[in-house]
Structures are given as C-alpha cells and as structure tokens.
C-alpha cells in the first residue's frame, strides 16, 4: 500500500476506535434493564405502599435537597424491592444507606424542600390567606354586592332550604331525631326539671290562699281568682332552669346523638344539591367574579398572588443554583401531568431520613435494607 493510502486508512482506525471507546463508556452508563440489581430493600409497613408495578426510579438525595438519578427499582413476588445503580461506586451513595419510598407528588417535593424554604412557603400562604380575607370582606361589604348580588343569593339559599326541608328523606331523618332525643328528655325532666319544679311549687297552694282570700269569702260578688303566685312560680322554675343550664345540657346531648347528626347531613346535602341545582347560583356567581367593579376590592390579593406563584414552583419544582433539574421534581411534574404519580426510592442519609420523618412521618414510607440484594 502506497502511502497515500496509508494516510487514509491510519485516521480512519482511529476514528473508529475512539468511537467504539465512546460506545463502551456509554454502555457502562445506561440504565440496562439486564443488569444484576446491586441493593434489596424490605418495606416496614407492606400495608401501607402505593401499588408498585413494573419499573420506577430510584434517586439519590444530595445535601442541598435536590436529587440525582441513580437507578431503577422492582417489586418481586416475595414483596422485596430490588434496586439496580447506574454507578454502585457513584461517591454520592457511599453516605446514602437508607431506602425510603415515596408517591412522587407535592407532599413529596414538599418535605425534600428545605427547612428555609418551607418557612418562606408558609409566610407566602399566610399572606395570601390574609389579603384573600381582607378581598373578601370588602367584596361582601360593598355596595355593588349588598344591592345587586346578596338579595338574589339569599333568595336562592331560603329556596334552597324551604326545597330540602320537604324532601321525605329530610322529613324521615328529623322525625327520627325527635324519637332519639324522647329518652333524653323523659331523663331530663325527671332528674333535673322536676326537682326544680317541686322546690317553687312547694307552698304554692297557701299563696294562691292567701292571694284570693277576697275571692273564697266572697258570696255576693263573683270575681276571678288570682293566678299571679303560678306564673311567678313558673317563671321562677325556669329561670332556675336558664342559671343551672338544664336546657343547655339537655340539647347538647340531642346534638351528640347518632339520629341528630344523620339527620344534620341530610339536610345540608340536600340543601347543598337544591343550590347546585339551581341555575340562578351559578348566573349570579359568574356576574360577580366578571364584574369589572370588583377588581378594585380584590387589589390586596394581587401582591401575595404574585409572589407565591413565583416562589413556590421555583422551591418545589425549580432548579437549585448551580445545579441541574431536580430530578425528582421533573418525575413529580411528569406524573402530575399525566394525572398518574408514581413511585419514587429515594436514597439518603439517615440524618436526612430522621429529618423528613420529623416534618411528616405519614409521607416517607421506611425500607429496611437486606444483607443480599
């Protein structure tokens, strides 16, 4: 060979073998689905995980809260989940011997925040709830809704209730309350009222004597008798009642019965579905929230609006500075799109684990790491 041709041919060989050095690097990079798994965990509490089919992610928790992928995660028949790295010699994992499992939604991305960012989280909600009160309230006291808009809404509730009212489930759960509450005041008035009574009634008799002696020796002019000693005996008895709280007491025991609360849901499911159906609600709702006077009363709100819209998919969805994307946000955001979130193993430090469990100990679902993956 000429060495014309000897100049082709050597750049071409190394081109080739600097793309098979690629290809081989590349290879020891991606997640193989043959790959022997390198860990094996056991959940503490099986009863408690969401279903976990097929494959998911496992991630790994750095120190600044955000996450890194580092593997794939199954579920075997004998309930052990077996985790395959990317890279068992990441450094990054040589800290992180603790599995937890978690469903990757905002309760998640939530608790993987920091302990800063939750507090700027809750100040943002605070505000906002604040200035929503404050919205509300010059809404409501405001002379657009008092005369246009709250005669029509309470016409509609009165409408509302007078329609549930009459509905026989309503009339059958409130003739079963009055038989409920039977026993409880027979137990009353023969307890607490009847010795009232008795007291004030004791030596009513000789007052009302004493009161128409005029009337009892009286033959020659016929006059009524005077009954003033039973009405301020009576009102006497029930002023005793009102100081001692008698009826209070008797009424919060028919509250508490079982027959008082079903029969409270009844009616306000019923009344709540006479408003829903009524089309006058949702016309008049829909003038008001597209009335352009009422912009004016809900100025408070635009302030905290906007600064939780910015802050808050910035801590819980946004990138760290200087970082990459958070993986498990993007994983967490994938689900909440497709309306499916998944499972996610996240592996991390047993203080970043006690961490967690102590801002929710609900969320993080435990895994116990065996000897053999």
């Not at 056991?42 to 120190?63: D, H, S, Y």
């Not at 409501?140 to 808009?149: A, G, K, Q, R």
């Not at 007491?249 to 829903?276: C, H, M, P, Y």
């Not at 709702?285 to 352009?292: E, H, K």
């Amino acid at each position: 060979m000429d060495d014309v041709g000897r100049s082709g041919v050597l750049p071409a060989l190394a081109s080739l073998c600097l793309l098979g050095l690629f290809v081989a690097a590349g290879m020891a990079a991606l997640p193989l689905r043959g790959a022997p798994p390198n860990l094996s965990f056991v959940p503490v509490a099986p009863e408690t995980l969401p279903p976990l089919n097929g494959t998911f992610p496992v991630l790994t928790l750095r120190a600044d809260r955000s996450t890194i992928r580092s593997g794939y995660a199954n579920r075997d028949s004998d309930g052990r989940i077996r985790v395959t790295l990317y890279d068992p010699y990441e450094p990054l994992l040589a800290d992180a011997s603790e599995g937890v499992l978690f469903s990757a939604d905002l309760r998640a991305l939530w608790l993987l925040a920091t302990d800063e960012e939750r507090t700027r989280l809750r100040a943002g909600v605070n505000a906002l709830a604040q200035s929503l009160r404050q919205s509300a309230d010059q809404v409501l006291h405001s002379p657009e809704f008092t005369n246009e808009y709250r005669p029509l809404l309470q016409d509609a509730a009165r409408h509302a209730i007078e329609a549930a009212w009459k509905l026989p489930s309503t009339r059958a759960a409130y003739n079963e309350m009055l038989r409920g509450a039977e026993p409880i005041l027979r137990d009353v008035a023969n307890r607490e009222v009847r010795p009232l009574l008795m007291r004030r009634l004791d030596g009513l008799l000789w007052d009302i004597v004493q009161a128409n002696v005029g009337t009892v020796f009286s033959v020659f002019n016929a006059k009524p008798w005077n009954m003033a000693p039973v009405e301020q005996a009576v009102e006497a008895a029930l002023r005793d009642m009102r100081d001692q709280g008698v009826l209070e007491r008797a009424l919060a025991q028919i509250v508490e019965t079982r027959q008082s609360k079903a029969f409270l849901q009844v009616f306000a499911g019923n009344a709540i579905d006479a408003l829903a159906a009524d089309h006058r609600i949702e016309e008049t709702l829909f003038r008001l929230v597209t009335d352009p006077r009422m912009a004016a009363y809900l100025s408070p709100m635009s302030g905290p609006t906007s600064d939780l819209s910015l802050m808050a998919p910035r801590i819980l969805f946004g990138v760290r500075e200087g970082g990459d994307l958070n993986a498990v946000a993007a994983y967490t955001f994938n689900g909440l799109v497709g309306g499916r979130p998944g499972p996610v193993i996240i592996l991390m430090t047993p203080q970043q684990r006690d961490a967690m469990l102590s801002v929710d100990s609900t969320v993080p679902k435990l895994l116990v790491r065996s000897a053999t993956p």
